[in-house]
Nanobody, 121 residues
Framework: VQLQASGGGLVQAGGSLRLSCAAS????????MGWFRQAPGKDREFVVRISPSGGNTYYANFVKGRFTIFRDNAKNMVYLEMNSLKPEDTAVYYC???????????????WGQGTQVTVSS
């Protein structure tokens, strides 16, 4: 499975962005999809995951109520709608695909290249 993340950019605090992740080369609808992020000087961290059907989602506490993940299995796409962005959301955001509904990085077999999100204060 190849994953291509896009949609990052520079936004002011309080603003919004929508990240997209396009999948190809596999059975997208069978994968758990996750978004992770890595801020400068920090380890990569889990942000959110969504079940293969899209019926279940799980968010890290620091994005609850601000970020929304959804997927379109017909288009092999997963999205991350980010609202009320904060400077601390600045990071490279990665989409990932795996077979287990978990937030553990090691369970995600396929990774996109990352897209930079920068939130200015």
């Amino acid at each position: 499975v190849q994953l291509q993340a896009s949609g990052g950019g520079l936004v002011q605090a309080g603003g919004s962005l929508r990240l997209s992740c396009a999948a190809s080369g596999g059975t997208f609808s069978s994968y758990v999809m996750g978004w992770f992020r890595q801020a400068p000087g920090k380890d990569r961290e889990f942000v959110v995951r969504i079940s293969p059907s899209g019926g279940n989602t799980y968010y890290a506490n620091f994005v609850k109520g601000r970020f929304t993940i959804f997927r379109d299995n017909a288009k092999n796409m997963v999205y991350l709608e980010m609202n009320s962005l904060k400077p601390e959301d600045t990071a490279v955001y990665y989409c990932a695909a795996g077979g287990i509904y978990t937030d553990a990085e090691r369970s995600y077999r396929y990774w996109g290249q990352g897209t930079q999100v920068t939130v200015s204060s």
